[in-house]
C-alpha cells in the first residue's frame, strides 16, 4: 500500500476574512468524493494547478469527520498487529497541530485524543469479549525534535541535556530514541492528564503568522502490547505534529527564531529529499539528514501511513502552498509494504513486579530486540519469497509513457507520474551488471588526470543531480566511455562523504547541500522549489552574488518582488549571531568572513573589515595586477585539489584540506567559473577560509 495522502484546506481565520481565497478542492466527476486540490498558476493567474490525493477536506470539514474518515479504519489494523504512522505536514499557521491535537472542546479533538479514545475502546471490548485472556497494555512515549534534537516531553524542561538524547538504529531497522521514558496508561483520563503536562512542555513560541506557532517537530507514540496466553503482540501508532515551514521574511523571525527556523526548514527539507529519492527509487535515500527523517523513515516503517497535508486558503501563502502540495503529491507515490508485527512469546512481567503506571525507563535494549524481531523473519519470507526485503517500493509502470514536466502555461494534474527508475534491488543488480561488463575499458586506464578529473566532475554532477538512476542502465550509451573503476571509487568516496555522517554535523555541507538540491528543482523545472533552496542557502553564503543573483532571477521568473534588502541582511545577522554565539552546535560554520570584497555588501562586512585590517600580505589578486609568485602558488595548490598539497599548507589539517578540495568539486557544480579559485579573496570567502586561515598558509609558503 502506498502511502495514504489527504489534504486538508483550513478555514479563514477572522482576521483573514477580506483575503482573496486561492486554494479550493476539486472532484474527478460529481458523484465521487473530493480528491483534488485546485490553485492558480502564479506565473499565469488565469490557469490552475490540480494536485491529486487521496482524498481532500474542506473548510468545513469537522474534526470528527476528518477522523472517521482517515484513521478510525486503522484502528482494527493496530490491533492485528500493523504499526499506524499519522503525521501532518504543511506549512506554519496551516492546522497541523489543530488536526493533530484539536482544541479542549469534545467536537474540536483532534486526531490523538480520538485515536486514544479509540485504543482504549477497543481494547477494553477485546479483554471483555475475551474473558479476560487477553490483557491489552497501553504506555505512550512523548518527545520533540527541536533544532535537531531529541527531548523527552515527559520528563520536565530542567531535566534536559544540552546534547538531548540520542537516536539508535536497531536490528530490525527502526530508530529509536535511546533512553526514553515510557509511561502506562490506563485510560483516557490519564492520556489527557500526562499530555496536557507534556505539552506544556513543548517549545512553543510566538512569530508574527501564527501566535501559537509550535517549534519543534511532536512525536506521541502510543505502543500497544496485547498478551495471550505469555504471547504477546506489539504494536504501535504514532501521532506526529510535524513544525511548519516558514518563510523568515513573512514571519519577521528574531535572531533566535532564525536558528529554530533553519532547524525546521532544514528537516523539513530533507523530508522532501528523502520523498523524492523514495520516489525516483535511488539507492540512497538521505534519511539520516535530519533526525526528524530518521525517525520518521518515511517509506521503511513497515505499517500504515497516513500524510496529512495542511493548507492554508489564501494568497500569501501561494508559493508555500504549492511547494507542500508539490511535496506531499510525490509522497502519494511511495508504497509501503505492511508487514504486521509478529505475535512473540515472551514472560510478560508478573502484575506484582510489573511496571504500574508511572515512570518507567525504555531500557537500552540489546540489538537484537526480543520484540518485534521482523529482520530475521522478514528475510526469511523475503528470501522464500524471493522479494527484497525493503519494505518500500515505487510504483514503476514501464509501460506508460512519461507524463511531461508541467510546463509554464499548462494545467498539470499530478496523478502518480509513471517512473522510470527502478526498484532499490533492481537497480542494486543493474549496477553491478554494470560494474561486470566492465573490466574491458577498466584495462585500458590511458586518460590524462585533466580527462579524469573532467570525467569525474561530469559524473558527480549526475550523482548530485540524482540522475544515477539512469547512468545504473547495464550498458554504457553509445558513445560514452565507461569508466575505469578507480574513478568509479572516488566518485562513490565523494558521495559517500556528501551523505556520510561527517558532513551531517557541518553547516557548510549544508549549504552546499541547499545549494544542490536547488540545482536539482531546477533542473526538474520546479522554481519555487529552486528558489526555497536557494534562499535556505543564502545564510550559509550571505552576500554572495552569484547567489543573489540566481535567487533575484528566480524571483522575477515567479513574478514575485525583489528580495527585501532589510529581510535579508535580518537572515545574516541572525545566522552570524548564531555562529558566533555557538548557540546551536547543529549549525555551527567555522569562522571567518563569508563574502568575497567584491561580492560583500558593505553592511554586512563588519566581521570582513576587522578581519582584513589585520592581513598585511599581498591583499588582493583579483584586480589587473598580477599575483605575485607567492600568491600563485598558494592558489596553484588549493587549485591542484591534490589533498596531500593543501595538506603540506601552514594551518590545513585533513579535514580542512578535505573540505576545500570537496568545496571546490561541488562549486564546480554551481559555478561557472568551473570551480577554480582566481584570487585569494575569493579563496578567504570560502566557507572555512576565513580568519588567519590563509594569511597562515600565505605566510607560511617557502618560495624556491
Ligand atoms: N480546521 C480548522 N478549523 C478551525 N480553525 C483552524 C483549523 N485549522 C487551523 N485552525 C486555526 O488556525 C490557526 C493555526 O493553526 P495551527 O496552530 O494548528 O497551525 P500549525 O500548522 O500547527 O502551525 P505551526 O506549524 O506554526 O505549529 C489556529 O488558530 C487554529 O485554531
Avoid at 248 to 260: A, F, I, Q, S, W
Wanted: glycine share 6%; proline share 5%.
Amino acid at each position: 500500500m502506498s502511502v495514504r495522502v489527504v489534504a486538508r484546506i483550513r478555514p479563514l481565520l477572522e482576521k483573514e476574512l477580506d483575503k482573496d481565497v486561492i486554494v479550493r478542492p476539486d472532484r474527478v466527476d460529481p458523484s465521487s468524493p473530493d480528491t483534488i486540490v485546485k490553485i492558480p498558476n502564479p506565473k499565469n493567474e488565469t490557469e490552475e494547478f490540480s494536485f491529486a490525493f487521496n482524498g481532500v477536506y474542506d473548510q468545513e470539514t469537522t474534526q470528527e469527520a476528518l477522523f472517521t474518515r482517515e484513521v478510525q479504519p486503522h484502528l482494527k489494523s493496530l490491533f492485528q498487529g500493523y504499526d499506524v504512522t499519522i503525521f501532518a505536514y504543511g506549512v506554519t499557521g496551516t492546522g497541523k497541530t489543530h488536526t493533530m491535537r484539536g482544541g479542549m472542546k469534545l467536537a474540536d479533538r483532534g486526531v490523538i485524543p480520538r485515536l486514544l479514545s479509540g485504543v482504549f475502546r477497543r481494547g477494553k471490548k477485546i479483554a471483555k469479549d475475551s474473558d479476560g485472556q487477553t490483557t491489552v497494555r497501553v504506555t505512550l512515549s512523548y518527545y520533540e525534535i527541536y533544532n535537531d534534537k531529541v527531548f523527552d516531553l515527559l520528563e520536565p524542561p530542567e531535566k534536559r541535556t544540552l546534547s538531548g538524547l540520542p537516536l539508535r538504529a536497531e536490528a530490525n531497522g527502526r530508530t529509536v530514541v535511546a533512553g526514553l521514558s515510557e509511561r502506562a496508561c490506563e485510560d483516557l483520563r490519564d492520556f489527557e492528564k500526562l499530555y496536557i503536562e507534556a505539552n506544556n512542555n513543548r517549545v512553543t513560541a510566538a512569530t508574527k503568522l501564527n501566535a501559537h506557532s509550535s517549534r519543534s517537530h511532536a512525536i506521541l507514540r502510543v505502543k500497544l502490547t496485547q498478551t495471550t496466553d505469555g504471547n504477546v503482540l506489539e504494536s504501535t501508532a504514532s501521532a506526529i505534529d510535524l513544525a511548519g515551514s516558514e518563510d523568515n521574511r513573512r514571519t519577521d523571525n528574531g535572531k533566535e527564531r532564525l536558528v529554530e527556523s533553519a532547524a525546521i526548514n532544514k528537516s523539513l527539507f530533507v523530508l522532501s529529499q528523502c520523498i523524492d529519492a523514495i520516489t525516483r527509487g535511488d539507492k540512497r535515500i538521505p534519511y539520516r539528514e535530519s533526525k526528524m527523517t530518521r525517525i520518521l523513515s518515511l517509506g521503511q516503517n513497515k505499517g500504515i501511513t497516513v500524510m496529512i497535508l495542511n493548507l492554508a486558503p489564501i494568497r500569501s501563502y501561494h508559493l508555500d502552498t504549492l511547494s507542500s502540495l508539490n511535496v506531499s503529491s510525490r509522497a502519494k507515490r511511495i508504497e509501503v509494504r505492511e508487514i504486521e508485527n509478529e505475535v512473540v512469546f515472551k514472560q510478560f512481567p508478573k502484575s506484582n513486579t510489573g511496571p504500574v503506571a508511572g515512570v518507567v525507563r525504555q531500557p537500552l535494549r540489546p540489538l537484537a530486540n526480543a520484540h518485534n524481531v521482523h529482520n530475521g523473519n522478514m528475510a526469511a519470507k523475503a528470501a522464500e519469497a524471493n522479494k527484497p526485503v525493503k519494505a518500500f517500493s515505487v510504483y514503476t509502470d514501464k509501460a506508460k509513457p512519461s507524463i511531461p514536466r508541467p510546463t509554464p502555461g499548462t494545467s498539470i494534474s499530478l496523478v502518480p507520474r509513471p517512473s522510470t527508475s527502478k526498484r532499490p534491488l533492481e537497480y542494486e543488480a543493474a549496477s553491478r551488471q554494470a560494474k561486470a561488463a566492465r573490466p574491458a575499458t577498466e584495462e585500458k586506464i590511458t586518460m590524462s588526470a585533466a580527462e579524469i578529473e573532467a570525467m569525474v566532475e561530469k559524473k558527480v554532477s549526475e550523482m548530485l543531480a540524482k540522475r544515477t538512476a539512469a547512468a545504473a542502465s547495464p550498458q554504457p550509451a553509445p558513445g560514452q566511455p565507461d569508466i575505469s573503476e578507480a574513478v568509479q571509487k572516488r566518485l562513490e568516496a565523494l558521495e559517500r562523504r556528501i551523505e556520510g555522517e561527517d558532513w551531517r554535523e557541518d553547516s557548510k555541507s549544508d549549504g552546499l547541500r541547499c545549494l544542490l538540491a536547488a540545482r536539482q528543482h531546477k533542473e526538474r523545472g520546479d522554481d519555487a522549489a529552486a528558489l526555497r533552496a536557494y534562499e535556505m542557502a543564502l545564510p550559509y553564503f550571505p552576500g554572495q552574488a552569484k547567489l543573489l543573483g540566481k535567487i533575484a532571477k528566480l524571483r522575477s521568473r515567479l513574478g514575485l518582488p525583489a528580495e527585501d534588502e532589510a529581510s535579508q541582511s535580518l537572515v545574516k545577522s541572525g545566522r552570524r549571531r548564531a555562529l558566533t554565539d555557538g548557540e546551536d552546535e547543529g549549525i555551527q560554520i567555522e569562522d571567518g568572513p563569508f563574502s568575497t570584497a567584491e561580492e560583500a555588501e558593505p553592511k554586512t562586512s563588519k566581521v570582513k573589515k576587522l578581519s582584513k585590517s589585520k592581513i598585511t600580505f599581498e591583499q588582493s589578486s583579483s584586480d589587473d595586477t598580477p599575483a605575485s609568485p607567492r600568491t600563485s602558488r598558494l592558489l596553484e595548490v588549493v587549485n591542484s585539489r591534490d589533498l596531500g598539497l593543501i595538506r603540506g599548507l601552514v594551518g590545513f589539517g585533513a579535514k580542512r584540506a578535505q573540505d576545500l578540495v570537496d568545496y571546490l568539486e561541488l562549486a564546480t557544480l554551481e559555478g561557472d567559473d568551473g570551480g577554480r579559485i582566481a584570487s585569494l579573496d575569493q579563496l578567504r570567502a570560502l566557507p572555512g577560509m576565513g580568519g588567519r586561515t590563509i594569511e597562515r598558509a600565505y605566510e607560511g609558503l617557502t618560495m624556491a
